[in-house]
């Protein structure tokens, strides 16, 4: 399950969110685990947290996204 | 007399030496064993009961310490009933209120209500999503239950997800009766069951339950920093929870070292490196938990074409201990594997050194020369400087980590020299550690 942000900055402060309510060492002791999760970015130029786990508001929980459109990797081969 | 009394200090006790003293100059080196006089700490742990750090020095791991800590007793769930359910649920034919006061002389009491005649499985006290598969809990909880009941009397099973401890015949009747019950979880529910001894209509029975406290007792522990041992700080990390390998697996030291899921696992540099080199050695000790697929190992090389970027990368492919991203670019062209792959990738623990020389790489498997990696990409050899402008990754290719490693890593050491004179006193030390070949 994933929510779609339009920013970077959106996803990653709700995954500082849920970072925060678990306790994460790195917001009690600035150091150490931050996210249970990290935003990747999508095909689409927007940006997609895996909220499986995560604790998701009603409003939340009726925006999530089973999937999302992984950006094409250039690698090497 | 000061220095006599510390000379014979030194004489009984001898100071550490470890291989990268030996053969010092290392750019990054990583194990769960002591390297070198410098190190310290080897690992940084979370353990997931409590979501607690604490770094660990090699004495730790392999005494048992660390594991302790990761299996230190966590009281992960303390039920609260005076406002509603605190989260327990049944199914449709019971019905489960909070808040419930004056049983047996006490308040804030969670009762089940049973709204069916008969008394089923699924008679129960369930929490989701309380328990971590593959760990142990110890449950307690008060229970009443009143012998105006026509069929329920007895509790009959607390389940860990599926795994079931029988706790019938305990209660008694009209009073609060303790429970005490240990298991490991296969699913992240809590169940208590009840149960009816006597025949009837079970419609308007009722049970209370108070006071419930799941202890865990054992954990998994996940490393969030595998420090560099050289001296030279590039400490690999990962501050995400979820891509973070594994060190303890249900409260159990993994065997090999530190285990990556091949899924999304991953550690990295936060920094890059910027060395400027013409020849390197790379050594890991790894073990796959498969032959199939394409696993990233080692990699200092932000992504895109040969031809466009310098770095070194070693990734296996199928079957293959070397595939066509096994190479090293530079300032002239790029070196590699062929592309059906070199080197016979198996499920055993095995030492891979790696020794790049501007126009071939040597590939050695378990202290002998498995193949020379001298297939242009493109340009010409040499390949001249190699200008390191990424990060460090280990068991992981790059961010999107399309490639990740499965299996478990002991230990990685990096050069930017060419280590063929110490090559095989190296591999021996190494050897005599994991005792691979």
């Given amino acids: 399950m994933y929510l779609i942000y339009t920013t970077e900055e959106a996803a990653c402060e709700r995954a500082d969110e849920e970072g925060k309510a678990i306790g994460y060492t790195y917001w009690t002791e600035g150091k150490g685990t931050r996210w249970l999760t990290k935003?990747?970015?999508?095909?689409?130029?927007?940006?997609?947290?895996?909220?499986?786990?995560?604790?998701?508001?009603?409003?939340?929980?009726?925006?999530?996204?089973?999937?999302?459109?992984?950006?094409?990797?250039?690698?090497?081969? | 007399m000061f220095l006599s009394l510390k000379g014979s200090l030194n004489t009984k006790f001898p100071r550490f030496k470890g291989i990268l003293d030996t053969y010092a100059g290392a750019s990054a080196a990583y194990s769960l064993r002591r390297l070198s006089r410098v190190a310290s700490s080897v690992v940084r742990v979370r353990r997931a009961s409590d979501n607690s750090e604490k770094d660990f020095s090699a004495t730790d791991v392999s005494s048992g310490a660390m594991t302790d800590w990761v299996n230190t007793d966590v009281l992960t769930y303390e039920s609260d009933f005076s406002s509603g359910t605190d989260g327990f649920v049944t199914t449709a034919s019971p019905s489960l209120d909070g808040n419930i006061d004056s049983i047996g002389g006490r308040n804030d009491n969670l009762r089940l209500t049973s709204n069916a005649p008969l008394v089923t499985v699924n008679t129960y006290f369930r929490r989701n999503s309380i328990l971590s598969v593959g760990n142990s809990y110890r449950v307690t909880f008060d229970a009443y239950i009143p012998s105006t009941n026509s069929v329920l009397d007895d509790f009959d099973t607390v389940a860990?997800?599926?795994?079931?401890?029988?706790?019938?015949?305990?209660?008694?009747?009209?009073?609060?009766?303790?429970?005490?019950?240990?298991?490991?979880?296969?699913?992240?529910?809590?169940?208590?069951?009840?149960?009816?001894?006597?025949?009837?209509?079970?419609?308007?029975?009722?049970?209370?339950?108070?006071?419930?406290?799941?202890?865990?007792?054992?954990?998994?522990?996940?490393v969030e920093t595998w420090y560099d041992q050289s001296g030279n700080g590039n400490d690999a990390v990962q501050d995400v929870a979820g891509s973070q390998p594994k060190i303890v697996d249900g409260g159990v030291l993994v065997v090999g070292?530190?285990?990556?899921?091949?899924?999304?696992?991953?550690?990295?540099?936060?920094?890059n490196f910027t060395d400027t080199l013409q020849s390197a050695t790379f050594f890991a000790v790894t073990k796959d938990d498969t032959t199939s697929g394409v696993a990233a190992m080692v990699r200092i090389r932000p992504n895109g074409a040969p031809g466009t970027l310098d770095g070194f990368s070693w990734e296996k492919v199928t079957d293959d201990t070397y595939g066509p991203n096994t190479l090293i670019e530079g300032a002239n062209g790029a070196l590699s594997a062929t592309i059906a792959g070199q080197g016979t990738r198996n499920t055993s623990k095995n030492l891979n050194t790696l020794i790049y020389q501007q126009s071939q790489i040597l590939a050695y498997e378990n202290g002998a020369l498995d193949a020379t990696l001298n297939t242009l990409r493109f340009g010409s050899a040499p390949v001249g400087d190699v200008t390191l402008v990424d990060q460090l990754w280990i068991g992981q290719n790059f961010d999107d980590n399309a490639r990740p490693f499965n299996g478990t890593m002991s230990e990685v050491i990096i050069y930017f020299t060419d280590q063929s004179a110490n090559r095989e006193a190296i591999e021996a030390n190494i050897n005599n550690q994991y005792d691979i070949y």
Wanted: glycine residues 10%; hydrophobic residues 35%.
């Fill in chain 2, 160 to 222: 860990f997800g599926t795994s079931q401890v029988n706790v019938a015949g305990q209660i008694t009747l009209d009073q609060w009766t303790s429970y005490d019950v240990t298991g490991t979880a296969n699913n992240t529910a809590l169940f208590i069951r009840l149960k009816g001894n006597s025949s009837g209509d079970a419609t308007g029975d009722v049970v209370y339950i108070r006071n419930v406290q799941i202890t865990q007792t054992t954990a998994h522990g996940f």
């Fill in chain 1, 39 to 77: 935003p990747v970015p999508t095909a689409d130029g927007k940006w997609a947290l895996d909220v499986s786990e995560y604790e998701l508001d009603d409003i939340e929980e009726a925006s999530v996204e089973d999937t999302y459109l992984p950006v094409e990797v250039s690698e090497d081969i």
């Fill in chain 2, 257 to 271: 070292g530190i285990d990556f899921d091949g899924v999304d696992d991953g550690l990295l540099t936060p920094s």
